[in-house]
């Protein structure tokens, strides 16, 4: 049920066999594209008018003959100077196929500026007394309104005098007017570019990947936008939900903070910048929990570190003398086996932090290794460390956060009833890695008796 145009027959040169198409409003025409149910002409000619069919300017000629039929060069070099010219070409004069070849011409391909000009391949012939077009399409944009979809234009019947001469023809595209020949055209399809381009362009590859449905491509998003549709923010902005993507202000800065993010680019969805170690906020503009600012614009935050607790430590029960408070704990600091039998347990822990709690010091320690213990069962991990604020104010034992000490104390009822409790008469050494060995023999020792001796 194919519906085809067909020539007045037996029409040969110089006489010309003219089809126009009048669109009813002005277009920028992107491409056209002719479908011919009999051979392809062997000369052909596209005309366009801007005054309503007044006058006439070439747009393009296809023919075997170019400096015969229209005084042009074939295939000739297409160049700035003269891209707006219409150009002669022997492409798609060949004889074959017989039915259903196309002539196809657009203004975007090959063209310095973009605006090409590309046959699709498909050949005329010029054996028949008359040519017959089975569809004729023109891609056309209207402002920003209309490079979306092509015009496809059918005939209202079977057959319609119009177009292919065997001579020079003029195929005229009519940019105002009234339908004319029988012929109709289709609703043209809007670019959508959400309110944020005045322009847009056709793209026959991208109309093409559609399934021939949109070829449109916004030119010059506005408002922050980017996108084909101008439908996502461009870099350095994200999206502001609490607006369609259609309002002018639908995209928001990031306003990441210049020393504190790590980039300027955000989160696209949320404005989440990317922040620097230790640093917060949806801007990166603050210190996190546990980090002061500093004075580094490549680290803006550090890490807090723990207070000693001896410059803190104060207590009304402190003693007046610490030297005779401590004097019993004073002496060598060296580890024999007579004061690994001393003591109730012995352990190298490692301190993590430090709290005031009353009168007391409580220290969270990660016990590293266990050497020795007494009733209360010590175990590997953390575990938390007693120590009254009298002895810790004198110095007795004396420890400081993020360093490793072999301890050996006394079991003694702690706070809280958990953990472990150190006081002046403790051993508190900073740890040595010789020392491990040495304590493993004090282990074996007092598994054979050795401690009771001793």
Same mark, same amino acid.
């Given at each position: 049920?194919?519906?085809?145009?067909?020539?007045?027959?037996?029409?040969?040169?110089?006489?010309?066999?003219?089809? !126009? $198409?009048? @669109?009813?409003?002005?277009?920028?025409?992107?491409?056209? &594209?002719?479908?011919?149910?009999?051979?392809?002409?062997?000369?052909?000619?596209?005309?366009?008018?801007?005054?309503?069919?007044?006058?006439?300017? +070439?747009?393009?000629?296809?023919?075997?003959?170019?400096?015969?039929?229209?005084?042009?060069?074939?295939?000739?070099?297409?160049?700035?100077?003269?891209?707006?010219?219409?150009?002669? !070409?022997?492409?798609?004069?060949?004889?074959?196929?017989?039915?259903?070849?196309?002539?196809?011409?657009?203004?975007?391909?090959?063209?310095?500026?973009?605006?090409?000009?590309?046959?699709?391949? &498909?050949?005329?012939?010029?054996?028949?007394?008359?040519?017959?077009?089975?569809? /004729?399409? $023109?891609? $056309?944009?209207?402002?920003?309104?209309?490079?979306?979809?092509?015009?496809?234009?059918? &005939?209202?019947?079977?057959? /319609?005098?119009?177009?292919?001469?065997?001579?020079? +023809?003029?195929?005229?595209?009519?940019?105002?007017?009234?339908?004319?020949?029988?012929?109709?055209?289709?609703?043209?399809?809007?670019?959508?570019?959400?309110?944020?381009?005045?322009?847009?362009?056709?793209?026959?590859? @991208?109309?093409?990947?559609?399934? *021939?449905?949109?070829?449109?491509?916004? @030119?010059?998003?506005? %408002?922050?936008?980017?996108?084909?549709?101008?439908?996502?923010?461009?870099?350095?902005?994200?999206?502001?939900?609490?607006? +369609? #993507?259609? %309002?002018?202000?639908? =995209?928001?800065? =990031?306003?990441? %903070?210049? /020393?504190?993010?790590?980039?300027?680019?955000?989160?696209?969805?949320?404005?989440?910048?990317?922040?620097?170690?230790?640093?917060?906020? #949806?801007?990166?503009?603050?210190?996190?929990?546990?980090?002061?600012?500093?004075?580094?614009?490549?680290?803006?935050?550090?890490?807090?570190?723990?207070?000693?607790?001896?410059?803190?430590?104060?207590?009304?029960?402190?003693?007046?003398?610490?030297?005779?408070?401590?004097?019993?704990?004073?002496?060598? $600091?060296?580890?024999?086996?007579?004061?690994?039998?001393?003591?109730?347990?012995?352990?190298?822990?490692?301190?993590?932090?430090?709290?005031?709690?009353?009168?007391?010091?409580?220290?969270?320690?990660? #016990?590293?290794? /266990?050497?020795?213990?007494?009733?209360? *069962?010590?175990?590997?991990?953390?575990?938390?460390?007693?120590?009254?604020?009298?002895?810790?104010?004198?110095?007795?034992?004396?420890?400081?956060?993020?360093?490793?000490?072999?301890?050996?104390?006394?079991?003694?009822?702690?706070?809280?009833?958990?953990?472990? #409790?150190?006081?002046?008469?403790?051993?508190?050494?900073?740890?040595?890695?010789?020392?491990?060995?040495?304590?493993?023999?004090?282990?074996?020792?007092?598994?054979?008796?050795?401690?009771?001796?001793?």
């Amino acid at each position: 049920n194919l519906t085809c145009w067909q020539s007045d027959s037996y029409v040969q040169y110089p006489h010309n066999v003219t089809l !126009t $198409l009048s @669109l009813g409003k002005k277009f920028e025409v992107t491409y056209v &594209s002719l479908q011919f149910c009999s051979p392809r002409p062997e000369s052909m000619a596209i005309h366009k008018s801007m005054d309503y069919g007044k006058t006439w300017v +070439p747009f393009q000629f296809y023919s075997t003959q170019c400096r015969k039929m229209y005084n042009k060069p074939s295939r000739a070099a297409i160049t700035k100077q003269n891209e707006q010219e219409a150009v002669c !070409t022997d492409s798609h004069t060949d004889v074959r196929p017989l039915s259903g070849g196309l002539i196809a011409f657009s203004t975007l391909d090959g063209r310095p500026t973009e605006l090409d000009l590309v046959g699709m391949q &498909s050949p005329p012939y010029s054996a028949l007394p008359f040519y017959e077009a089975a569809d /004729v399409q $023109l891609g $056309l944009s209207s402002d920003c309104s209309a490079s979306a979809s092509p015009v496809h234009v059918r &005939s209202r019947t079977s057959r /319609v005098s119009s177009a292919m001469h065997t001579g020079s +023809p003029r195929v005229g595209t009519s940019v105002a007017g009234a339908d004319a020949d029988g012929l109709r055209s289709l609703p043209l399809a809007a670019c959508n570019c959400n309110l944020h381009a005045r322009r847009c362009r056709f793209n026959m590859e @991208l109309y093409k990947l559609s399934g *021939r449905k949109s070829g449109g491509v916004c @030119l010059n998003c506005r %408002h922050n936008t980017a996108g084909r549709h101008c439908h996502y923010c461009k870099e350095g902005f994200y999206r502001d939900l609490s607006k +369609p #993507i259609s %309002h002018r202000k639908a =995209c928001k800065e =990031c306003d990441c %903070h210049p /020393v504190g993010a790590a980039g300027q680019t955000c989160n696209q969805t949320t404005g989440q910048c990317p922040c620097k170690d230790g640093v917060t906020g #949806i801007t990166c503009n603050r210190c996190a929990k546990g980090y002061q600012q500093s004075r580094s614009p490549i680290a803006p935050c550090i890490k807090i570190p723990a207070a000693p607790p001896t410059t803190a430590a104060s207590s009304t029960e402190e003693p007046a003398d610490c030297d005779s408070y401590c004097k019993a704990s004073k002496g060598k $600091l060296k580890i024999n086996m007579k004061k690994y039998c001393k003591k109730d347990y012995a352990v190298q822990i490692h301190i993590l932090k430090a709290e005031k709690n009353a009168d007391w010091w409580k220290f969270t320690v990660n #016990i590293i290794s /266990v050497y020795k213990q007494g009733s209360n *069962r010590i175990r590997r991990g953390d575990q938390t460390l007693w120590i009254h604020s009298k002895d810790i104010a004198c110095k007795c034992p004396k420890i400081k956060p993020m360093k490793k000490y072999l301890l050996l104390g006394n079991n003694e009822d702690s706070p809280d009833q958990s953990g472990i #409790i150190a006081d002046k008469t403790s051993l508190v050494i900073q740890w040595r890695d010789t020392w491990a060995r040495r304590l493993r023999k004090f282990q074996q020792r007092e598994k054979k008796g050795k401690c009771k001796k001793a």
